[in-house]
């Protein structure tokens, strides 16, 4: 895994984010400036989807794309940025994950795809509460 390679995820991410944003008829420029202000509209996309038909490649293309969502928006609210750590389980034996550092200075890591993932297990998805699991798993949320 180079410096490139991980320049390269975060370009996909931010790229996914904003077809996400599309999608859900976000304005681009406000998604951009504020992603929070797509919470609305992902919610409805969302509520609207016939997730009890779903495929393997449907959950798939879901996860990714809230994957992408919490991505920005916790680069936003808290300055997190995608890094690379170790993971021997996983199968590429890395896992792509989000850091910030608070106030003091201490860095604090969430994996946003086990975050989606404990989403997916809830009655309804969520997406505040989606977010919320993931800025307090970042541990920063008094910046």
Do not use: C
Request: aromatic share 8%; proline share 7%; net charge negative.
């Amino acid at each position: 895994m180079t410096d490139a390679d991980l320049e390269d995820w975060a370009a996909g991410s931010r790229k996914n984010f904003a077809g996400v944003a599309e999608l859900v008829g976000a304005p681009a420029d406000e998604a951009e400036r504020d992603p929070v202000s797509v919470v609305p509209l992902l919610q409805v996309y969302v509520n609207r989807l016939p997730l009890t038909e779903f495929q393997t490649d449907d959950w798939v293309t879901l996860h990714a794309d809230l994957v992408s969502f919490v991505a920005r928006v916790m680069a936003a609210r808290l300055g997190a940025a995608w890094e690379v750590r170790p993971a021997p389980n996983a199968p590429r034996g890395y896992r792509y994950v989000l850091s910030a550092t608070d106030a003091q200075s201490a860095v604090h890591v969430v994996d946003p795809f086990q975050v989606v993932a404990m989403e997916f297990r809830q009655p309804r998805i969520e997406i505040a509460r989606m977010l919320a699991t993931a800025e307090l798993n970042l541990g920063v949320p008094d910046r």
